[in-house]
């Protein structure tokens, strides 16, 4: 789904309006499963990683906030960073055996998503 299209204008403002429509402590989880949504429209097969990305960092996240241990936050970057790592040499190692640059893709914000993950990791570990 591209930002300038009616499939996304759409998107937008049935998002917006059930947004509002619900009560405040459905909104996030409304949020959270639109923009699930969002990424799947342009290709459902990521959503998995998606998925998997999210859960571990909501465990990690809380066990970071509990405990203060610096291992957790270690193997918690590990992690997080992993998938990013796998598709990039994954794509990399394609494309460098087809010769074809164009073949490097990435699914939609993973990079953004997974430093974004970085950022709460070390908001969570680093308060306190």
């Known amino acids: 789904m591209i930002f300038n299209s009616y499939a996304f204008i759409v998107f937008l403002a049935v998002t917006l309006a059930v947004y ?3 009560p405040s402590n459905y909104r996030v989880a409304f949020l959270l499963m639109a923009g699930y949504f969002f990424y799947a429209y342009s290709d459902w097969h990521n959503v998995a990683i998606l998925l998997g990305v999210t859960l571990s960092t909501f465990l990690f ?3 970071i906030g509990a405990t203060r241990k ?3 936050f270690i193997v918690a970057i590990i992690i997080t ?3 990013l790592l796998l598709w990039k040499i994954g794509q990399l190692s394609e494309s460098l055996s087809n010769r074809d640059v164009a073949g490097f893709i990435i699914p939609i914000g ?3 998503y997974t430093l ?3 950022v709460t990791y070390w908001m ?3 308060s306190g």
Do not use: Q, V
């Open 61 to 63: 996240g809380r066990a």
């Open 70 to 72: 610096y291992l957790i």
């Open 110 to 112: 993973l990079s953004f």
């Open 20 to 22: 509002n429509l619900i």
């Open 116 to 118: 974004r993950l970085l």
């Open 81 to 83: 960073i992993s998938p």
């Open 124 to 126: 969570y570990f680093g």
